[in-house]
């Protein structure tokens, strides 16, 4: 896919998958620490809606108030992925 999405839809999807982001991430932080399974399903879900966010965001154009408000939830989702132990650049 490339090419720019329409702004509107953009914001949308962005905000969608740092938001679906978290609530995996929280799964993960509050899951039993016996439940590796599910623990490693949820930190993997939350790092694809990261990875997600990372390869469409140059493709919305956003205002500055917007992007600082996604960039702020994408470094709130960043730091509970490095508490779940996942690398990041």
Known sequence: M???LPTE???EFLLTEL????TFADLALSAPHGD???IQRDTHNAR???DSFQRFR?????????NTELQEIADQLKRA???LGEPMA
């Open 2 to 4: 490339s090419g720019e």
């Open 9 to 11: 839809v953009g914001r």
């Open 19 to 22: 938001k679906t982001g978290l």
């Open 36 to 38: 590796v399974v599910k």
């Open 48 to 50: 694809k809606a990261y």
């Open 58 to 66: 140059s493709r919305v154009s956003l205002t500055d108030h917007e």
């Open 81 to 83: 992925l490095q508490q």
